[in-house]
C-alpha cells in the first residue's frame, strides 16, 4: 500500500508541483480514503522525505553494479558509480520537478541536516572507500570524513548543473566531477 501511495504522489507531482499537492490529492489519485493516507504521513512534508528517500535509494543502489560491470580497481568503481548517480539524478523526473520548479523543498537536506537517503548514500559510499582504501587504490583516510566530501561534491553538481549547462553540458560535467573526485581519492605517493 505505501509504495502505491507513493507512486500516486509521484505522479501527483508531476502533474501540480508541491506547492499545490495535498494529501487528499495523493489519496483521490492511489484512489484511497483521505484517513489512510493520513494513517501513514501526517503531512506533506514527511509524505516527501518517503518518496525522496525511495527515490534516491533507487538511484544509488543501481548505480553501483553498473560501475562494478566496467571494472576496475575500488576508486575507479567508486567514481564510476557517483558519475552514474550524477546523471541519473539529473534525468530523473521528479528531482527535475523540484529543482526547476520548487528548489526550497530541498534547503533541509542542502543546508540544515542530512536525510536517510543522504545517510544511505553516505553508507555506500564509505563502503566503496574501504574497499579501494584495501586494494590501495583510494587515499588513507577516515572514510567517513572522505565520504561525506564525495557526496557533497555529487550532490552540489546535480542541484547546481543549470549552473555549468552553458558551457558544461551534462557529458562534460560529469566528466569534470568524474576528474576531481579521482584526483581527491587518489593515494599520494607513498600513501597506497
Sequence with gaps: MAQSL???ARESIAVFGLR??????????????????YRRWRDMDTL????LTR??????ASAAPRAAAEGGDGRS????GAACVLADLRA????????????????TY????????????????????????ADGSVRPGDPAQLARMVLLVVQSAAQSWRL???VLPLEGLTREVSRMLDGYLQPGEGES
Excluded at 499545490?20 to 483521505?34: F, K
Excluded at 516527501?48 to 518518496?51: A, E, F, M, P, T
Excluded at 530523473?92 to 534547503?107: N, Q
Aim: net charge neutral.
Design 20 to 37: 499545490r499537492l495535498t494529501l487528499t490529492d495523493v489519496a483521490r489519485r492511489a484512489g484511497v480514503s483521505r484517513p489512510t493516507v
Design 164 to 166: 555549468t549547462e552553458d
Design 110 to 133: 542542502t543546508f540544515r541536516r542530512l536525510g536517510s537517503s543522504q545517510r544511505n548514500a553516505l553508507a555506500t559510499i564509505e563502503e566503496q572507500i574501504r574497499a579501494g582504501q
Design 48 to 51: 516527501l522525505g518517503d518518496l
Design 92 to 107: 530523473h523526473p521528479l528531482m527535475a520537478r523540484i529543482l526547476d520548479t520548487e528548489p526550497e523543498a530541498l534547503v
Design 6 to 8: 507513493l507512486d500516486a
Design 77 to 80: 568503481r567508486l567514481v564510476g
Design 55 to 60: 527515490e534516491m535509494r533507487a538511484v544509488v
